[in-house]
């Protein structure tokens, strides 16, 4: 009967390991994620600034006049 009982506390004791371990796993797993997460966040927010600076520069009156010109297009001067 104790062969039988420390057998059993044997058994236990490394299901609690094998437990532990699966867990230690599945948070390095879940860190991982988050990391690439995070990096792709930084990336996009990166590209939206970009593209937000290449907007604002896009909508300037000299940029909208230099592109009208670029497909042969004149502006009229307004009469007063």
């Known amino acids: 009967m104790k ?5 059993l506390v044997v058994v236990l004791l490394l299901e609690l390991a094998l ?3 699966f867990l230690e796993a599945r948070q390095t797993r879940l860190r991982y994620a988050l990391a690439k997460k995070q990096e792709s966040v930084r990336a996009i927010t990166l590209e939206n600034r970009t593209l937000l ?11 909208l006049a230099k592109r009208a010109s670029e497909f042969g297009l004149t502006l009229k001067e307004e009469r007063k």
């Open 53 to 63: 600076h290449d907007v604002a520069r896009a909508r300037r009156p000299e940029e």
């Open 19 to 21: 437990i532990v371990v």
């Open 3 to 7: 062969a039988v009982r420390g057998l």
